[in-house]
């Protein structure tokens, strides 16, 4: 293969990821990841790992946590899915995609053996990942779990640290559902004799991580236990938090690019987790320092989008990736907040067809203006199903055909006070970003 986009257009075509097709892309078992793994070498054991896992925020705190070390000054390397725009996000060094060359030679060399392996879009990007920070000298990645934990593919690694961030109800038919059983698989990560932190505390699902940190004699650490917000403002387009170490008393102001609501919980484990790093991980250079400087600039250093991301003004739109119940639930708490010094509010809103949108329609507000769009991807509800099921929950608004053409409308109709909102979907972001 001779061109970038034919070396994307193979890996699509026949090795089809999971978020474009769903069920198909799935390869259950470590199996494959090891065959690669051994076939390359090991590339997962040449550089420190710190392994994030969780329903929502993980890829907030993946990338933050990948902030912090760089503003520490180590080489970064970040792995996280899906991607928005462009396949290289997935695969970073300090902040810096993957080069095209690399994913082209990559395929290339290694082609006839990933055909006879039948091996999935993720597990090869997995890999590919792997090797890259292997050629690039990392000194440490952070690595983002693609679904669940326990068979997911990155789970051949050997962390310096693991994070779960929370559990909700997301994925139900690979991975439980009750919390508790979404819980004991991404327990799964938690290897032994390495600390795990848990961003979340909750009734169903602590006692999950505490037997499965015991079995394997692992050091747990609940986020809540450590750190308290005790103020968030926003002020000149970040957020700023006054933190509480409730083992010390002492208070931290530290500025926060990412905004949402979500994130006065990842700020938590977020801070848990680097405090970690250097208090008992020999990662001496992750001071207070380097937190406040890495979490000031985490879009800046990491290239993240999508997270509560304002795009435009007069009116204002706003695009956030939350997309399960779990998610959708502080989105919908974040909208009311918002339009208290906001005209009216317009949302543009697509789904896919393993999310549940009966459970999560009625969470978002009745007095909005609703633009029902469908993404360019196979498992898009159609806009016309979504919008039936709209009007059945008290949400009416028409359907549109894409995305581009639901937010033109909306932006048509809106005044320059009011507030534009587009979401439900990784794929309904991706197209308007």
């Not at 993720?122 to 326990?150: K, P």
């Not at 439980?176 to 909750?202: D, F």
């Not at 403002?233 to 690019?257: A, C, W």
């Not at 998610?327 to 509010?345: F, N, P, S």
């Amino acid at each position: 293969m001779k061109t970038y986009q034919e070396v994307i257009d193979y890996l699509y075509t026949q090795f089809p990821e999971y978020q474009k097709v769903g069920d198909k892309a799935m390869k259950p078992g470590l199996a494959n990841s090891l065959a690669l793994d051994d076939h390359l070498n090991h590339p997962s054991r040449a550089f420190k790992v710190i392994h994030v896992a969780g329903t929502n925020g993980k890829g907030s705190v993946s990338h933050s946590l990948a902030s912090i070390l760089q503003s520490a000054g180590y080489v970064v390397g970040l792995y996280t899915s899906p991607h928005l725009k462009d396949f290289r996000e997935r695969i970073r060094v300090d902040g810096c995609p993957i080069p095209e060359e690399y994913v082209m030679d990559f395929v290339n060399e290694y082609r006839l053996f990933l055909d006879e392996l039948h091996a999935s879009f993720f597990e090869i990007t997995t890999a590919m990942a792997f090797n890259y920070f292997r050629f690039t000298g990392v000194d440490v990645a952070v690595v983002e779990v693609g679904l669940g934990g326990r068979l997911d593919s990155t789970n051949i690694v050997w962390p310096e640290l693991c994070v779960i961030t929370n559990i909700g109800f997301d994925h139900m038919q690979y991975l439980g559902n009750t919390l508790g059983a979404i819980a004991k698989e991404k327990a799964g990560i938690i290897k032994e004799e390495r600390p795990v932190v848990i961003g979340e505390r909750h009734p169903e699902t602590d006692s999950v991580f505490v037997d499965m940190a015991a079995i394997q004699e692992s050091p747990i650490y609940f986020a809540e236990d450590y750190y308290r917000v005790l103020e968030a403002k926003e002020k000149d387009g970040k957020m700023q938090y006054v933190l509480l170490d409730k083992k010390t008393n002492q208070q931290h102001r530290i500025p926060f690019s990412l905004m949402g609501l979500c994130q006065q919980k990842n700020i938590l484990t977020i801070v848990r987790a680097a405090t970690l790093l250097r208090e008992e991980l020999g990662f001496d250079d992750v001071d207070i320092v380097a937190i406040r400087e890495g979490l000031e600039s985490v879009q800046e250093q990491t290239g993240l989008m999508g997270r509560w991301q304002k795009i435009a003004s007069k009116p204002d739109v706003i695009v956030d990736t939350g997309h399960n119940r779990h998610g959708m639930l502080i989105v919908a708490q974040q909208l009311t907040d918002e339009m208290k010094r906001y005209g009216r509010l317009h949302i543009v809103f697509g789904m896919v067809n393993d999310k549940h949108p009966e459970d999560v329609l009625p969470l978002l507000p009745e007095n909005a203006y609703y633009y029902y769009c469908q993404a360019q991807t196979d498992r898009a509800v159609p806009s016309k199903e979504l919008s039936k099921l709209g009007e059945s929950m008290g949400r009416p608004g028409y359907p549109f055909d894409s995305v581009i053409a639901a937010l033109y409308q909306a932006k048509k109709i809106a005044e320059p006070d009011d507030l534009i909102f587009v979401g439900g979907s990784n794929y309904v972001v991706a197209e308007v970003l």
